[in-house]
Protein backbone atom coordinates (compact mmCIF):
# COMPACT_ATOMS: atom_id res chain seq x y z
CA UNK A 1 0.00 0.00 0.00
CA UNK A 2 1.17 3.39 -1.04
CA UNK A 3 1.40 5.94 1.28
CA UNK A 4 2.41 9.64 1.49
CA UNK A 5 4.15 11.30 4.76
CA UNK A 6 3.89 15.16 4.77
CA UNK A 7 5.61 17.45 6.87
CA UNK A 8 7.31 21.40 7.58
CA UNK A 9 3.99 22.95 8.12
CA UNK A 10 3.74 24.80 11.74
CA UNK A 11 2.84 28.53 12.61
CA UNK A 12 4.51 31.56 10.83
CA UNK A 13 4.16 35.55 10.98
CA UNK A 14 3.13 37.19 7.99
CA UNK A 15 5.85 37.35 5.48
CA UNK A 16 7.77 34.59 6.56
CA UNK A 17 8.65 31.12 4.88
CA UNK A 18 7.65 27.71 5.38
CA UNK A 19 8.69 24.45 3.19
CA UNK A 20 6.34 21.21 3.11
CA UNK A 21 7.30 18.07 2.21
CA UNK A 22 5.79 14.60 0.91
CA UNK A 23 7.45 11.75 0.63
CA UNK A 24 5.67 8.68 -0.99
CA UNK A 25 6.19 4.97 0.11
CA UNK A 26 5.21 1.70 -0.62
CA UNK A 27 6.68 -0.85 -3.25
CA UNK A 28 5.83 -1.47 -7.26
CA UNK A 29 4.08 2.12 -8.11
CA UNK A 30 4.58 4.83 -10.52
CA UNK A 31 3.21 8.09 -10.11
CA UNK A 32 2.55 11.16 -12.50
CA UNK A 33 1.11 14.45 -11.23
CA UNK A 34 2.01 15.13 -7.51
CA UNK A 35 0.39 18.38 -6.10
CA UNK A 36 -0.66 20.10 -2.65
CA UNK A 37 -3.82 21.06 -2.25
CA UNK A 38 -5.10 23.37 0.95
CA UNK A 39 -8.43 23.50 2.84
CA UNK A 40 -9.68 26.55 5.04
CA UNK A 41 -11.79 26.45 7.90
CA UNK A 42 -15.29 26.13 5.93
CA UNK A 43 -14.01 26.47 3.01
CA UNK A 44 -13.99 23.67 0.06
CA UNK A 45 -10.24 21.89 -0.74
CA UNK A 46 -8.32 24.31 -3.52
CA UNK A 47 -5.22 23.17 -5.84
CA UNK A 48 -2.52 25.18 -4.86
CA UNK A 49 0.11 23.66 -7.34
CA UNK A 50 0.71 20.56 -8.78
CA UNK A 51 3.75 19.49 -10.74
CA UNK A 52 4.12 16.46 -13.53
CA UNK A 53 6.51 14.12 -13.42
CA UNK A 54 7.85 15.59 -16.44
CA UNK A 55 8.60 18.63 -14.35
CA UNK A 56 5.84 20.82 -16.08
CA UNK A 57 4.21 23.12 -12.92
CA UNK A 58 0.33 24.53 -12.45
CA UNK A 59 0.00 27.15 -9.74
CA UNK A 60 -3.01 28.66 -7.94
CA UNK A 61 -3.63 32.40 -8.67
CA UNK A 62 -3.80 33.54 -5.08
CA UNK A 63 0.06 31.92 -4.77
CA UNK A 64 1.83 32.55 -7.44
CA UNK A 65 5.15 34.47 -7.92
CA UNK A 66 4.96 33.32 -3.70
CA UNK A 67 5.04 29.49 -3.63
CA UNK A 68 7.46 27.07 -5.49
CA UNK A 69 6.38 23.67 -6.45
CA UNK A 70 9.78 21.12 -6.78
CA UNK A 71 9.67 17.32 -7.02
CA UNK A 72 12.85 14.82 -6.82
CA UNK A 73 12.13 11.40 -8.96
CA UNK A 74 14.48 9.86 -7.46
CA UNK A 75 13.23 10.08 -3.43
CA UNK A 76 9.99 9.87 -4.51
CA UNK A 77 9.24 13.47 -2.98
CA UNK A 78 7.22 16.92 -3.75
CA UNK A 79 8.24 20.01 -1.97
CA UNK A 80 6.25 23.35 -1.51
CA UNK A 81 8.48 26.16 -0.82
CA UNK A 82 5.87 29.09 0.59
CA UNK A 83 7.15 32.40 0.83
CA UNK A 84 5.51 35.69 1.59
CA UNK A 85 2.95 34.26 3.47
CA UNK A 86 -0.50 35.67 3.74
CA UNK A 87 -3.23 35.41 6.97
CA UNK A 88 -5.32 33.96 4.02
CA UNK A 89 -3.00 31.05 3.43
CA UNK A 90 -3.73 29.53 6.83
CA UNK A 91 -5.14 26.17 5.66
CA UNK A 92 -4.20 22.50 6.45
CA UNK A 93 -2.63 21.53 3.13
CA UNK A 94 -2.43 18.06 1.57
CA UNK A 95 -0.64 16.16 -0.59
CA UNK A 96 -2.09 14.40 -3.42
CA UNK A 97 -0.51 11.84 -5.89
CA UNK A 98 -2.16 10.57 -8.91
CA UNK A 99 -0.49 6.81 -8.26
CA UNK A 100 -0.40 3.21 -10.23
CA UNK A 101 -0.04 0.31 -8.26
CA UNK A 102 0.81 -3.25 -9.66
CA UNK A 103 -2.60 -4.48 -11.07
CA UNK A 104 -4.28 -1.21 -10.43
CA UNK A 105 -4.88 1.49 -12.71
CA UNK A 106 -3.78 5.27 -11.30
CA UNK A 107 -5.69 6.96 -8.53
CA UNK A 108 -5.38 9.82 -6.35
CA UNK A 109 -3.85 9.46 -2.61
CA UNK A 110 -3.71 11.64 -0.23
CA UNK A 111 -1.44 12.61 2.44
CA UNK A 112 -2.84 12.89 6.24
CA UNK A 113 -2.81 16.60 5.90
CA UNK A 114 -0.20 19.37 7.72
CA UNK A 115 -1.74 22.77 9.50
CA UNK A 116 -0.06 26.10 8.06
CA UNK A 117 -1.05 28.86 10.57
CA UNK A 118 -0.33 32.09 9.36
CA UNK A 119 -0.54 35.00 11.72
CA UNK A 120 -0.85 38.83 10.74
Known amino acids: QVQLKESGGGLVQAGGSLRLSCAAS????????MGWYRQAPGKQRELVAS???????NYADSVKGRFTISRDNAKITVYLQMNSLKPEDTAVYYC??????????????WGQGTQVTVSS
Open 96 to 109: NAVIKELYSDYRDY
Open 51 to 57: ITSGGST
Open 26 to 33: GSSFSIRT
